[in-house]
């Protein structure tokens, strides 16, 4: 089954302490992006990487890092977390730029940082 | 900067009871317009892509339309599980983001 996959799905955790949250897809895509989801402010655009070892920031890129060592994983590393990066993330994948094909999404992770 | 506006922000519907919901947009040039649709805890799902003025496009109950200024997703006498939140995005210059909109969450009532 094509799909993404995310985890965790949930987590608390407190201010300062390092996290990774794992993003992997099936469906060999060059495209890969990471979003987080704020009430009233809709979906925006943490990072995106078009292919193995290149990535670009997006619209909210600041207190987040990202890596793609392979072309399946795409991982969003948060170095010190703040209170106001809780909120609800989103991987997604894509075979060609977000702006020309389908995305396909995450179930996503929801983050508490307190 | 791109911008994206959906309304209403909610809307409640009887089932069968046919409606639309808007999305505005204001971007340097128009390079498409997407739907998705997203249930409560999942991620969004893709309804359609849009591309030039005047174009259409029907999945089951759901048709959407394009204006030069605006989108509209027509829903048919709904049903229940069509119940959600559906969310339109514009791609910015180079295709490398998607500007989203914050959404329009619809309730269809037995």
């Known amino acids: 089954e094509a799909q993404v996959t995310q985890n965790p799905r949930y987590l608390i955790t407190v201010t300062g302490k390092k996290l990774t949250v794992t993003c992997s897809q099936n469906?060999?895509?060059?495209?890969m992006s990471w979003y987080r989801q704020d009430p009233g402010l809709g979906l925006r655009q943490i990072y995106y990487?078009?292919?193995?070892?290149?990535?670009d920031k997006g619209d909210v890129p600041e207190g987040y890092k990202v890596s793609r060592k392979e072309k399946r994983n795409f991982p969003l590393i948060l170095e010190s977390p703040s209170p106001n990066q809780t909120s609800l993330y989103f991987c997604?994948?894509?075979?060609?730029?977000?702006?020309?094909?389908?995305?396909?999404f995450g179930p996503g992770t929801r983050l508490t940082v307190l | 900067e791109d911008q994206v506006t959906q309304s209403p922000e909610a809307l409640r519907l009887q089932e069968g009871e046919s409606s639309s919901l808007n999305c505005s947009y204001t971007?340097?040039?128009?390079?498409?317009l997407f739907w998705y649709r997203q249930d409560p805890g999942k991620g969004p799902e893709f309804l359609f892509t849009?591309?030039?003025a005047g174009e259409e496009k029907e999945k089951e109950r759901l048709k959407a339309t394009l204006t030069k200024k605006e989108s509209f997703l027509h829903i048919t006498a709904p049903k229940p599980e069509d119940s959600a939140t559906y969310l339109c995005?514009?791609?910015?210059?180079?295709?490398?983001?998607?500007?989203f909109g914050t959404g329009t969450r619809l309730t269809i009532i037995p």
């Open positions: 997604a994948s894509s075979s060609e730029p977000v702006g020309t094909d389908t995305q396909y």
């Open positions: 469906m060999n895509h060059e495209y």
């Open positions: 990487s078009m292919n193995v070892e290149v990535t």
């Open positions: 971007v340097s040039g128009l390079r498409g």
């Open positions: 849009l591309y030039s």
């Open positions: 995005a514009v791609p910015g210059f180079g295709n490398e983001k998607l500007t």
